[in-house]
């Protein structure tokens, strides 16, 4: 299992400006005929290469005539005689046996493909690469009652039916694009269709392809889809570029969604949603991901990657682009503490371990390890901290250059960031180190006032990490602000400090009074905050700071702080927090889904990284004790808030806020008094007209040993046993359950009936929910880590993307207390012994083990 270096790329050695194909489609075996137009690329005589990937060649032909050729490995290579020729390779292959999920496979009777990013050597032989572009056509043969539908990229241009109740399409793609933007769906499908009318008033046919049971499922997506066209148009002034834009959704995915250019493939979670059987997160989800997979086609498809160490150069940019959408259709603020939860929580983790890589990685075993929270969610911060350095208007100038230069082209992160300095006339070396420099900055902030001068002293560290030390200073852009102790308003305006050296001062002149720090206001870099501010200021900030997220964070601080304390084996100090929590509930201006966020304890897990050790029992109590606390302190004010007001068919920002605000009462509640608590939730669930108080109901009753639960979990199975979607919930919530005997639950799940290995989602709801339980998942006898190594073992066997995306719980064993350290290390050893391991799970297990 070698690895590929970023620094190895070299150009390809022959270009293919077109590809036929040409498939017979069956569920059992697949004839692919494939025509490629090659071109010497270069002054060389090599012959020409193409990757293949469990594929034997049937023939091979150079124009027309039987070649000669060799199997180097996986790789076909064909000696080619002048600078054009037209190669014809046909091979066979088996949708219905290929569990991997990549290339063409079968998923609930359709046939579907995932080529990103080296699936389409799984179909046919070729290059493979993002550098090389072609355009396509592509026909396809198939039984007409089976597969009625066929699609493909483009535009279809000839249908027809032939022998056998056999039928054929042909699309056309007039873009050119990578391999790894092909598709092609073959199955019984319905559409929802509507469309959209462009800038410059071309009409776009837009059609959502599902079973015909789940069409009334549909029409948030689309919504979302049009909100996307529109938004691309008035923030980045990009239009869509097809007369057809077609969406499908497929049960069996390995990711989300895929931007397939005018065909994108959907994960159907991120497709299928009404107020019966979807969350309000869940709708949420839904229209980020439509938003991001739409505007990929500009990020992305019409600029697309030189190689694969570019990832973040269309995947950053495009989380950056679809978190701005959702703030603008949303709750700015809320959206943003989402994101940035979701940062530290995944990706501050990820950085701090074993599988740490800078946004632009140098080397890889296996790309699809790479899809990460590092590349893309920490690529999304790059880019926004770019916007706030540059300011909107200089960001958009950037952009508009980065899309007009390189529209066509495979492009690469230094090319993104030198449209912006050149649109901008801002010098971005420094900057550039973000791209290249692994971890997660440590920023120490201290503020000092004497006679009218406020002096605020920062400095910067970048940690090790695997492969990286010595790291130079990046520039990190801070935006501060200054509030008066007093009235808890700002003094002066906001301030951009860009901290560019290891250490720094900054003033402040002309503050007379007692004066409170306000920091890395709105996030604005992705870095851990040290300050020496007094929980007392803390408070403070909570209850008054003009920016929400900085004081989000200070409520946030003031109870990290007192619980990582606790787990230290302090006495809990909650005297500040129940304050913080009780003003922010009683505050009339805040909103509720502010103030759901604003009063949450920070989970088990982020708790843990804040510490040196983790004992996952100790975190455990300091936060059940916290919780409890509150609960206790104010059970009328909570109990209050039960009553909020949200009819289920409410999807607006606030009845989102207020149905968020309630569940968390809810859960309260049951901290307070369990027994009426546990009665409280099961009425919930019983009145519930929608699935997001469904859920939160379950959830509360999840942790309680009350018969409740046991009555709501068996009505919820047999309500929605043939909901695939909806069971999942029902897998997740009782993965993520605290209470004894979770785990033995758990562990007879994943023999359950309705468990699948085979399926990403269930196999996901199932384990990723336990792994994120670190109370149970991290149970001293080492059960849960058993129990998630031999899911690893047998799920590798047959998909080794998904199996490998299981390892990095196991990877933070270093971080545990030496009794699970142990055997949690035990269990990656074990997984590394196993036979004919994946390079996938390879490549994730030695890195955590190495
Ligand atoms: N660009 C897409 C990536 C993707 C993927 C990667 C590896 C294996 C399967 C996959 N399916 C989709 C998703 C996105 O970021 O939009
Ligand atoms: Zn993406």
Redesign the pocket.
């Known amino acids: 299992h070698a690895p590929v270096f970023r620094k190895d790329y070299e150009p390809p050695r022959f270009l293919i400006p077109e590809v036929e194909l040409d498939f017979d489609l069956r569920a059992a075996k697949t004839r692919v005929k494939s025509a490629l137009t090659v071109t010497r690329n270069g002054d060389h005589d090599e012959p020409l290469r193409l990757a293949g990937d469990e594929l034997r060649p049937l023939s091979v032909k150079v124009d027309g005539e039987d070649a000669r050729w060799t199997l180097d490995g996986d790789d076909l290579v064909i000696p080619i005689e002048g600078d054009r020729a037209i190669v014809e390779t046909e091979v066979e292959i088996a949708p219905d046996a290929n569990s991997q999920l990549?290339g063409l496979y079968a998923s609930g009777g359709l046939l579907c493909t995932?080529c990103?990013?080296e699936g389409f050597r799984r179909i046919t032989f070729h290059p493979d690469r993002p550098d090389v572009l072609s355009r396509y056509k592509v026909t396809m043969h198939a039984d007409k009652a089976r597969y009625p539908v066929l699609l493909a990229n483009g535009n279809e241009v000839e249908t027809g039916d032939e022998d056998d109740g056999r039928h054929y399409a042909v699309w056309e793609d007039p873009f050119p694009k990578p391999s790894y933007l092909f598709a092609l769906v073959a199955g019984d499908l319905k559409p929802n269709r509507d469309h959209f009318t462009t800038m410059s008033g071309r009409k776009v046919d837009l059609a959502i392809w599902v079973r015909e049971k789940d069409l009334p499922r549909t029409a948030h997506a689309m919504k979302a889809l049009k909100d996307s066209m529109k938004w691309d148009e008035e923030v980045y002034g990009r239009e869509y570029d097809l007369d057809l834009f077609n969406i499908v959704a497929v049960d069996d995915f390995?990711?989300?969604?895929?931007?397939n250019k005018g065909l994108n493939i959907f994960n159907s979670r991120y497709i299928l949603a009404d107020q019966e059987t979807a969350t309000d997160n869940d709708f949420d989800n839904i229209a980020g991901v439509v938003a991001?997979?739409y505007f990929?086609n500009w990020s992305g498809n019409r600029v697309t990657c030189r190689d694969w160490f570019q990832l973040s150069l269309k995947?950053g940019f495009?989380v950056f682009r679809d978190q701005c959408f959702s703030q603008d259709m949303g709750s700015e603020s809320v959206k943003r503490i989402e994101d940035v939860r979701l940062l530290r929580a995944v990706q501050f983790p990820e950085d701090n371990g074993p599988l740490a890589h800078p946004v632009r990685p140098e080397s890889y075993i296996e790309i699809?390890n790479f899809?990460t929270a590092t590349v893309y969610n920490k690529g999304a911060e790059l880019i926004r901290m770019m916007r706030t350095i540059l300011r909107e208007e200089k960001f958009r100038a950037g952009s508009d250059l980065y899309f007009e230069r390189h529209d066509g082209e495979a492009a690469t992160c230094e090319d993104f960031v030198k449209a912006m300095e050149d649109a901008s006339g801002t010098d971005l070396s420094q900057f550039r180190r973000w791209y290249e420099q692994a971890g997660t900055p440590i920023v120490k902030a201290n503020l000092a006032q004497a006679d009218g001068i406020a002096t605020l002293k920062l400095s910067q560290s970048i940690p090790d990490t695997p492969g990286q030390s010595d790291k130079q200073p990046m520039a990190i852009p801070l935006k501060v602000a200054l509030l008066s102790e007093q009235s808890g308003n700002r003094i002066g305006e906001e301030r951009l400090v860009m901290l560019t050296e290891a250490e720094q001062t900054e003033t402040f002149d002309g503050v007379d009074e007692p004066v409170l720090l306000s920091i890395n206001r709105g996030f604005s870099a992705p870095v851990r905050l040290q300050t020496d501010r007094e929980d007392r200021e803390l408070q403070l900030l909570a209850a008054s700071d003009d920016d929400p997220f900085a004081r989000y964070e200070a409520s946030q601080e003031l109870m990290m702080r007192a619980l990582t304390a606790a787990v230290g084996g302090d006495p809990l100090r909650t005297e500040a927090v129940v304050e913080a929590v009780r003003k922010t509930l009683e505050n009339e201006a805040l909103d509720p889904a502010f103030k759901a966020e604003a009063i949450v304890v920070p989970s088990e897990s982020m708790i843990g990284e804040q510490l040196e050790e983790i004992d996952p029992d100790k975190v455990h109590e300091a936060r059940i004790a916290m919780r409890k606390s509150i609960a206790d302190a104010m059970p009328e004010l909570f109990t209050d808030l039960l009553d909020l007001e949200a009819s289920g068919d409410d999807l607006s920002p606030d009845a989102k806020g207020r149905r968020k605000l309630r569940n968390v009462a809810l859960a309260m509640t049951a901290t307070h008094d369990p027994k009426t608590g546990a009665a409280k939730a099961k009425s919930h669930y019983d009145k519930a007209d929608n699935m997001t108080d469904r859920v939160a109901a379950l959830g509360v009753l999840s942790h309680l040993d009350a018969p409740e639960r046991e009555a709501a979990f068996d009505h919820f199975y047999d309500r929605y046993r043939n909901d695939t979607l909806v069971l999942d919930k029902w897998f997740s919530l009782q993965a993520m359950s605290q209470r004894e005997g979770a785990l033995e639950a758990v562990e007879a799940l994943s023999c359950h009936p309705d468990f699948n290995l085979k399926n990403p989602n269930r196999l996901r709801a199932l384990m990723l929910g336990f792994a994120s339980n670190q109370f149970v998942f991290h149970h001293a006898s080492g059960r849960g880590y058993k129990l998630l190594a031999d899911m690893i073992i047998a799920a590798d066997k047959l998909n080794p993307?998904v199996a490998a995306r299981m390892v990095p719980p196991l990877g933070r064993w270093r971080r545990f207390e030496p009794k699970r350290r142990e055997l949690m290390k035990g269990a990656l050893e074990r997984i590394a012994a196993a036979d004919g391991l994946s390079k996938d799970v390879f490549e994730q297990v030695s890195k955590s083990l190495g």
């Not at 390995?254 to 931007?259: L, V, Y």
Request: aromatic residues 12%; negative net charge.
């Open positions: 990549m995932q990103e990013s390995n990711f989300g969604a895929m931007e991001h997979e990929h995947e495009t699809s899809y993307q």
